[in-house]
């Protein structure tokens, strides 16, 4: 039988009974204010709140760091702010609201405002007053001397004054798309990189002369410029012609990447270090600039050659590679320190399912641990006096926020942002464990026991699978927004009274190359549904789990996951919720390349669909609850309705609830309140409790 909520009906539906039963309420663990974007300029601090889905830029300045609103936004219109940035003298803040625009130009409209929406750069000064729209666009980059910032917009370049009353213009015209922006030392010029499709140049546009310079064009993929501290040279990372990873499927080499110098004056440039063959010979992004320029002449980036991601160092002119950063484990977060000797990253080096700072000089040397314990840390930002790092945090029981590092010690921002009715002491400690895939491979996970579980009991189960699949989910509130909340949902299904288990299978970050590289995953064979077994299979053996009761979830990736486990596996999981998940293969590589034709390639095409829940319907018999928003630009709105034609075809029973006009991430915190109370309501009737 299939049935249909609509989104209003069903929130009253559930409401009361689960809010009651749990002691408290899904709004309340999730209505924590959420740090995000965090930037520094001069004394000032800034990061965006989005509390209840009302995002605003907040700031703290020295010397009291006392963290206070600075926009008044006041609804839940589903509108991000991001990509802050602060003037040098911390007086100015710049940020972007609203999403990207999908193929047809459409700006994400989730409350379907008959005026709809726009993507824009704004300016709010510190001192206080109503913000001003600079223009539509995005990326803001400030310059060094604080008196323009530039953005991109439909691939172009424009420029604004920091001060005064001036709007934006176009700075140039060119060919392709311009991206990876980095303005000069002394702000004279714009290096940029131009996007052509199948190859990219490195761009110099000089703000006097009004022209643009190319560094040494090839028939390659050039990226990330760097400049030199005088200005005279400029390192950027080129990728070899034909690089074309696949889409969900392994990659673990290619042709060796390369570090290119030129000198921006003749556009000349020499190779000053290739990558070895094999691992690492694929180029490795981490968050913040893929090359640095640092004290000394050195040059810092990411390599995976000992099949992790660290940070390595090379002299300018040229030589071998130092290690900055050994160990077993990965860095994320990069920058530099602001005398520029440094590099201060985040790490699960010696803490795999949790996050770190760590600071090493870039000529190599003693790694010092900024901090240590059961928290998390990442987005470092130093302060321009050298005298502190600005940082977001969380913890098991504490969701993101803005903080600083100073004297050793991290004390909150905005401490008191925290509402009063923020569950904090009824969430549990999510304790790790390793689980065994059923081809054998190690896989780690996150247990979340129910309080108040007596000897003997046994207990409803969910397995969790996260989104992406470059994704892993940690030992406390994760650092993306859409984890934050599933995270917050396994702690809410944890009070209900069910176990809890969030899986990281493989595909995933965190656990290394050959891990993230998993061979056969994705659309080339789907060994990630052996990691969905073993999760199954591990929960029907504890002691404290009703084996008969055993249920999964999971958005995006993780929703594919969930139908690939009720498709193959529906005598081990009674029943599932699959949130905008991808249902055949085919038609998810084909929404991020639009040109992809099956037909050409008939035996990957048959590989891709056998990979896919579509392909094992006919053994799919446990009940679905399938949540989709219809202007969803990550997974077409289409491999939901396919899947629901398929189900009802043969008689399993499906509910649904649907969100028209949002995208993949729901924007609003009324739609995702609804998804996960659906959520809950469903394994409720589906599982008990």
């Given at each position: 039988?299939?049935?249909?909520?609509?989104?209003?009906?069903?929130?009253?539906?559930?409401?009361?009974?689960?809010?009651?039963?749990?002691?408290?309420?899904?709004?309340?663990?999730?209505?924590?204010?959420?740090?995000?974007?965090?930037?520094?300029?001069?004394?000032?601090?800034?990061?965006?709140?989005?509390?209840?889905?009302?995002?605003?830029?907040?700031?703290?300045?020295?010397?009291?760091?006392?963290?206070?609103?600075?926009?008044?936004?006041?609804?839940?219109?589903?509108?991000?702010?991001?990509?802050?940035?602060?003037?040098?003298?911390?007086?100015?803040?710049?940020?972007?609201?609203?999403?990207?625009?999908?193929?047809?130009?459409?700006?994400?409209?989730?409350?379907?405002?008959?005026?709809?929406?726009?993507?824009?750069?704004?300016?709010?000064?510190?001192?206080?007053?109503?913000?001003?729209?600079?223009?539509?666009?995005?990326?803001?980059?400030?310059?060094?001397?604080?008196?323009?910032?530039?953005?991109?917009?439909?691939?172009?370049?424009?420029?604004?004054?920091v001060n005064g009353p001036g709007q934006a213009a176009q700075l140039f015209k060119a060919r392709g798309g311009a991206s990876d922006l980095a303005w000069s030392p002394d702000g004279s010029r714009l290096a940029f990189a131009s996007n052509r499709g199948d190859h990219a140049f490195i761009g110099v546009y000089d703000l006097g002369a009004k022209s643009i310079n190319w560094l040494a064009p090839s028939y390659d993929?050039?990226?990330?410029?760097?400049?030199?501290?005088?200005?005279?040279?400029?390192?950027?990372?080129?990728i070899p012609a034909g690089f074309s990873p696949p889409l969900f499927g392994p990659m673990r080499e290619f042709a060796p990447w390369s570090i290119q110098v030129a000198d921006v004056a003749t556009g000349a440039a020499r190779q000053v270090w290739v990558a070895d063959p094999g691992r690492g010979s694929v180029p490795r992004e981490v968050t913040g600039a893929a090359l640095l320029w640092g004290a000394g002449d050195r040059l810092v980036f990411p390599w995976e050659k000992d099949g992790w991601t660290h940070l390595y160092s090379i002299a300018a002119g040229g030589g071998a590679a130092t290690l900055l950063t050994p160990g077993d484990g990965e860095v994320e977060y990069v920058t530099l320190?602001?005398?520029?000797?440094?590099?201060?990253?985040?790490?699960?080096?010696?803490?795999?399912?949790?996050?770190?700072?760590?600071?090493?000089?870039?000529?190599?040397?003693?790694?010092?641990?900024?901090?240590?314990?059961?928290?998390?840390?990442?987005?470092?930002?130093?302060?321009?006096?050298?005298?502190?790092?600005?940082?977001?945090?969380?913890?098991?029981?504490?969701?993101?926020?803005?903080?600083?590092?100073?004297?050793?010690?991290?004390?909150?921002?905005?401490?008191?942002?925290?509402?009063?009715?923020?569950?904090?002491?009824?969430?549990?400690?999510?304790?790790?464990?390793?689980?065994?895939?059923?081809?054998?491979?190690?896989?780690?996970?996150?247990?979340?026991?129910?309080?108040?579980?007596?000897?003997?009991?046994?207990?409803?189960?969910?397995?969790?699978?996260?989104?992406?699949?470059?994704?892993?989910?940690?030992?406390?509130?994760?650092?993306?927004?859409?984890?934050?909340?599933?995270?917050?949902?396994?702690?809410?299904?944890?009070?209900?009274?069910?176990?809890?288990?969030?899986?990281?299978?493989?595909?995933?970050?965190?656990?290394?190359?050959?891990?993230?590289?998993?061979?056969?995953?994705?659309?080339?064979?789907?060994?990630?549904?052996?990691?969905?077994?073993?999760?199954?299979?591990?929960?029907?053996?504890?002691?404290?789990?009703?084996?008969?009761?055993?249920?999964?979830?999971?958005?995006?990736?993780?929703?594919?996951?969930?139908?690939?486990?009720?498709?193959?596996?529906?005598?081990?999981?009674?029943?599932?919720?699959?949130?905008?998940?991808?249902?055949?293969?085919?038609?998810?590589?084909?929404?991020?390349?639009?040109?992809?034709?099956?037909?050409?390639?008939?035996?990957?095409?048959?590989?891709?669909?056998?990979?896919?829940?579509?392909?094992?319907?006919?053994?799919?018999?446990?009940?679905?609850?399938?949540?989709?928003?219809?202007?969803?630009?990550?997974?077409?709105?289409?491999?939901?309705?396919?899947?629901?034609?398929?189900?009802?075809?043969?008689?399993?029973?499906?509910?649904?609830?649907?969100?028209?006009?949002?995208?993949?991430?729901?924007?609003?915190?009324?739609?995702?309140?609804?998804?996960?109370?659906?959520?809950?309501?469903?394994?409720?009737?589906?599982?008990?409790?």
């Amino acid at each position: 039988m299939t049935k249909w909520f609509g989104p209003t009906l069903l929130t009253a539906l559930i409401a009361a009974p689960v809010a009651a039963q749990s002691g408290f309420s899904i709004e309340q663990v999730t209505g924590a204010p959420f740090a995000q974007a965090l930037a520094v300029g001069g004394p000032t601090i800034a990061w965006v709140h989005n509390t209840k889905g009302v995002r605003n830029v907040w700031i703290a300045t020295a010397p009291e760091y006392r963290g206070r609103e600075l926009t008044a936004y006041r609804l839940d219109d589903g509108q991000e702010i991001e990509d802050v940035v602060v003037s040098p003298d911390g007086k100015v803040v710049f940020y972007v609201r609203g999403g990207g625009a999908n193929r047809r130009g459409e700006i994400p409209n989730p409350t379907s405002d008959p005026n709809g929406q726009e993507q824009a750069v704004w300016r709010v000064s510190v001192a206080g007053g109503a913000p001003t729209k600079v223009g539509v666009g995005s990326g803001p980059v400030m310059s060094p001397k604080g008196d323009w910032v530039a953005f991109g917009r439909g691939g172009q370049v424009y420029t604004a004054p920091v001060n005064g009353p001036g709007q934006a213009a176009q700075l140039f015209k060119a060919r392709g798309g311009a991206s990876d922006l980095a303005w000069s030392p002394d702000g004279s010029r714009l290096a940029f990189a131009s996007n052509r499709g199948d190859h990219a140049f490195i761009g110099v546009y000089d703000l006097g002369a009004k022209s643009i310079n190319w560094l040494a064009p090839s028939y390659d993929r050039d990226g990330a410029p760097a400049w030199a501290p005088d200005g005279r040279r400029i390192a950027f990372v080129r990728i070899p012609a034909g690089f074309s990873p696949p889409l969900f499927g392994p990659m673990r080499e290619f042709a060796p990447w390369s570090i290119q110098v030129a000198d921006v004056a003749t556009g000349a440039a020499r190779q000053v270090w290739v990558a070895d063959p094999g691992r690492g010979s694929v180029p490795r992004e981490v968050t913040g600039a893929a090359l640095l320029w640092g004290a000394g002449d050195r040059l810092v980036f990411p390599w995976e050659k000992d099949g992790w991601t660290h940070l390595y160092s090379i002299a300018a002119g040229g030589g071998a590679a130092t290690l900055l950063t050994p160990g077993d484990g990965e860095v994320e977060y990069v920058t530099l320190s602001a005398d520029r000797t440094a590099v201060i990253y985040n790490t699960n080096i010696g803490d795999i399912d949790r996050r770190h700072l760590a600071r090493v000089p870039v000529a190599g040397g003693p790694v010092t641990a900024l901090t240590t314990g059961t928290g998390l840390e990442w987005a470092p930002a130093p302060m321009s006096d050298g005298r502190g790092i600005a940082l977001l945090r969380s913890d098991a029981r504490l969701p993101s926020h803005a903080a600083l590092l100073s004297d050793g010690q991290v004390r909150s921002l905005a401490a008191a942002s925290l509402p009063a009715d923020f569950p904090k002491d009824r969430l549990v400690e999510p304790q790790a464990v390793l689980v065994t895939a059923a081809d054998g491979l190690p896989i780690h996970a996150q247990l979340f026991l129910p309080p108040g579980i007596r000897p003997g009991e046994k207990r409803p189960a969910i397995a969790f699978f996260h989104g992406g699949s470059r994704r892993q989910m940690l030992l406390g509130f994760h650092y993306m927004f859409y984890y934050h909340g599933t995270y917050a949902m396994n702690q809410w299904l944890a009070s209900l009274g069910y176990v809890v288990l969030s899986v990281n299978y493989r595909s995933g970050i965190g656990y290394g190359l050959d891990f993230r590289e998993a061979l056969d995953y994705g659309a080339t064979g789907a060994s990630e549904y052996y990691d969905v077994l073993g999760a199954g299979l591990y929960l029907k053996g504890r002691p404290d789990v009703d084996p008969a009761r055993i249920g999964l979830w999971g958005g995006s990736y993780g929703g594919y996951l969930t139908a690939m486990g009720l498709a193959k596996s529906s005598d081990l999981f009674a029943a599932g919720v699959d949130i905008h998940g991808v249902h055949d293969w085919n038609s998810g590589i084909q929404n991020f390349v639009p040109s992809y034709n099956p037909l050409e390639t008939p035996a990957a095409a048959r590989l891709a669909f056998e990979s896919s829940p579509l392909r094992w319907v006919d053994t799919w018999r446990s009940p679905v609850l399938l949540i989709h928003g219809d202007d969803d630009r990550n997974v077409n709105f289409n491999e939901s309705v396919r899947l629901i034609a398929e189900l009802r075809t043969r008689k399993v029973e499906v509910e649904q609830l649907v969100f028209p006009d949002d995208v993949h991430d729901f924007l609003t915190f009324a739609n995702w309140t609804k998804a996960y109370r659906a959520t809950a309501d469903f394994f409720g009737r589906r599982l008990g409790r």
